[in-house]
């Protein structure tokens, strides 16, 4: 099985600050990554998929990098509505064997 | 675009078996290009993919729970369904069903999801 480390687990960010996420793969991935992002009582929501393509209607404050086993999502200048959890997930071995990250939660500093 | 909706019981006795519909609306089960999952989130802690099921009938779970788990679909209600066995308090959790493709639109991440539905194991 793939893990999937997210780090932090809580980052702390002040609207308008950039805010950096990372995920780490046990093993190569290729660039079969995705971030979803989660709100209190919401199903996750695609937003970057191929490790750097952002989902259809996600802003562009919304980034993703990497490939093998780093990946970061970046978030340019937080808005009150970022504030969430995100999680990361493989899917290098579709359709089989498919990991998510433990979560990153993103709160107001 | 795709609608999911899970629907099933919210409470399930320990021991007794969990089953959950998704129906499907604004696309096919049925369709060669898409994928269908279950994913589930114990209160308060993260997601867990439970496995993937193919209009054709294919499946892929999750080897924690491949002893415990079926997957089917029902072309003709447009819907997919997930059985899980021998249920313990472990089991509880949000279920969401989601859905993956066509690759070239999404690579093969979940990009429609259900709104979700709790299931508790209690007597």
């Known amino acids: 099985e793939i893990v999937m480390t997210q780090s932090p687990a809580t980052l702390s960010v002040s609207p308008g600050e950039r805010a950096t996420l990372s995920c780490r793969a046990s093993q190569s991935v290729s660039s079969n990554l995705a971030w979803y992002q989660q709100k209190l009582g919401q199903a996750p929501r695609l937003l970057i998929y191929?490790?750097?393509t952002r989902a259809t209607g996600i802003p562009a404050r919304f980034s993703g990098s990497g490939s093998g086993t780093e990946f970061t999502l970046t978030i340019s200048s937080l808005q009150s509505e970022d504030f969430a959890v995100y999680y990361c997930?493989?899917?290098?071995?579709?359709?089989?064997?498919?990991?998510f990250g433990g979560g990153t939660k993103v709160e107001i500093k | 675009q795709l609608q999911l909706q899970e629907s099933g019981p919210g409470l399930v006795k320990p021991s007794e078996t969990l089953s959950l519909t998704c129906t499907v609306s604004g696309g096919s089960v049925s369709g060669s290009s898409y994928y269908w999952g279950w994913i589930r989130q114990p209160p308060g802690k993260g997601l867990e993919w439970i496995g993937t099921?193919?209009?054709?009938?294919?499946?892929y779970y999750n080897p924690s729970l491949k002893s415990r788990v079926t997957f089917s679909v029902d072309t003709s209600k447009n819907q997919f369904s997930l059985k899980l066995s021998s249920v313990t308090a472990a089991d509880t959790a949000v279920y969401y069903c989601?859905?993956?493709?066509?690759?070239?639109?999404?690579?093969?991440?979940?990009?429609?999801w259900g709104q979700g539905t709790l299931v508790t194991v209690s007597s």
């Open positions: 191929g490790a750097s």
């Open positions: 989601a859905s993956a493709g066509p690759w070239y639109s999404s690579g093969w991440s979940f990009d429609y």
């Open positions: 997930q493989q899917y290098n071995n579709w359709p089989r064997g498919l990991t």
């Open positions: 099921i193919y209009y054709s009938g294919s499946t």
